[in-house]
């Protein structure tokens, strides 16, 4: 599946931004979705994720805060992203994982910048 993510940007501490991924080339409703997250630095970690079931798992870190969600007639992802903190500052990549091939494909991911 080809993956292309959007939405990224600057954005003062306490603001949100809303991530899309639009996915192509595989069965959407086949696919498990996420969103990682990479800092300078440090290893990509998981976000959230939501299975073709509409079951959502989120990190600890953005619990309450973030909300993923999937919209199968347009084959995207989203991650709203409320009362950002600086920290939250990363490349946020979209996932997917196919559940019938275990095919693991990668978006090309979009810079959240938070200021504090």
């Known amino acids: 599946v080809q993956l292309q993510a959007s939405g990224g940007g600057l954005v003062q501490a306490g603001g949100s931004l809303r991530l899309s991924c639009a996915a192509s080339?595989?069965?959407?409703?086949?696919?498990?979705m996420g969103w990682y997250r990479q800092a300078p630095g440090k290893q990509r970690e998981l976000v959230a994720t939501i299975t073709s079931l509409f079951n959502t798992n989120y990190a600890d870190s953005v619990k309450g805060r973030f909300t993923i969600s999937r919209d199968g007639a347009k084959n995207t992802v989203y991650l709203q992203m409320n009362s950002l903190k600086p920290e939250d500052a990363a490349v946020y990549y979209c996932k997917a994982r196919d559940l019938r091939s275990g095919v693991v494909s990668w978006g090309q991911g979009t810079q959240v910048t938070v200021s504090s």
């Open positions: 080339g595989s069965i959407f409703s086949r696919n498990e």
